[in-house]
């Protein structure tokens, strides 16, 4: 090889590494998704060579962080809750639904002969552990399902932690700090057989869905938009029910 060619190559190899590297994506995603996003990052890399770095936390920190920065490709928080904050607010190009976020009553399983409903954790001496209302969406939906249980004052009282997302709450209950917390039906299956689950019932609150919003500040924007619907396929669908989060209802 020349010298002339050896210099031409190594220009193309530094061309295509430019070109990859200002097709990474930025994406702020909600905690509790983390498992299967992490499993779908990887596959789309595989498939792409687009690389998406992720940036976890409760839904509430992370649009705080967002609107601190001005920066950013994809919000894909756990509901459309902060997606359509975003709308109002011009920030998002497009929104794509993606999976419901539902809750559950989980229970430390030495505490299950008490606890067997909702209206058990109102109970003196109880320790229950919520999602706190400003940081992540099951947050919200607890409050929605205390207030509509009519007995939301006296399970309050008995409020031991908040957390600001659903993989603390989850841990909180399985590490024995608390005796039941409403969590996400995903971390049941993602721990299976370490809690008792308890239905709540479907009228008192309202489903959450998550969603992937590509941002009006994403500086690939046709590559984010790519990430997005290769969540919203059908491998990426397939990947978020294998972590317990069944597919949202078609638009």
């Known amino acids: 090889m020349t010298l002339r060619s050896l210099v031409f190559a190594?220009?193309?190899?530094?061309?295509?590494?430019?070109?990859a590297a200002a097709q990474d994506l930025y994406a702020y995603v909600g905690a509790g998704l983390r498992p299967p996003v992490d499993a779908l990052i990887d596959a789309f890399a595989a498939e792409t060579g687009?690389?998406?770095?992720?940036?976890?936390?409760?839904?509430?920190?992370?649009?705080?962080?967002?609107?601190?920065?001005?920066?950013?490709?994809?919000?894909?928080?756990?509901?459309?809750f902060y997606t359509d904050k975003l709308a109002e607010k011009g920030a998002v190009a497009a929104v794509t639904?993606?999976?419901?976020?539902?809750?559950?009553?989980?229970?430390?399983?030495?505490?299950?002969d008490r606890i067997r409903s909702v209206a058990d954790l109102a109970q003196p001496g109880v320790r229950v552990g919520l999602g706190d209302?400003?940081?992540?969406?099951?947050?919200?939906?607890?409050?929605?399902?205390?207030d509509k249980s009519g007995l939301g004052e006296a399970v309050r009282r008995n409020i031991a932690v908040r957390a600001a997302t659903v993989k603390q709450l989850a841990l909180y209950v399985l590490d024995g700090n608390v005796d039941a917390a409403i969590i996400g039906?995903?971390?049941?299956?993602?721990?299976?057989?370490?809690?008792?689950?308890?239905?709540?019932?479907?009228?008192?609150?309202e489903a959450e869905y998550?969603?992937?919003?590509?941002?009006?500040?994403?500086?690939?924007?046709?590559?984010?938009?790519?990430f997005a619907a290769f969540l919203a396929s059908d491998k990426g669908l397939a990947t978020f029910q294998r972590f317990g989060f069944p597919p949202a209802p078609r638009n």
């Open 133 to 146: 209302p400003q940081a992540m969406a099951l947050g919200r939906t607890a409050e929605q399902i205390l």
């Open 210 to 226: 998550a969603a992937a919003a590509v941002l009006n500040t994403a500086a690939q924007p046709e590559a984010a938009r790519r």
């Open 50 to 80: 687009i690389t998406v770095r992720a940036e976890y936390g409760g839904s509430g920190q992370l649009l705080a962080r967002f609107e601190e920065t001005g920066k950013g490709d994809l919000f894909i928080p756990g509901t459309m």
């Open 10 to 19: 190594l220009a193309v190899l530094v061309a295509q590494a430019g070109n």
């Open 97 to 112: 639904r993606l999976v419901v976020h539902g809750p559950v009553l989980a229970v430390a399983p030495g505490k299950a």
């Open 185 to 205: 039906n995903s971390e049941l299956a993602q721990n299976p057989g370490k809690l008792v689950a308890i239905a709540i019932p479907p009228e008192w609150y």
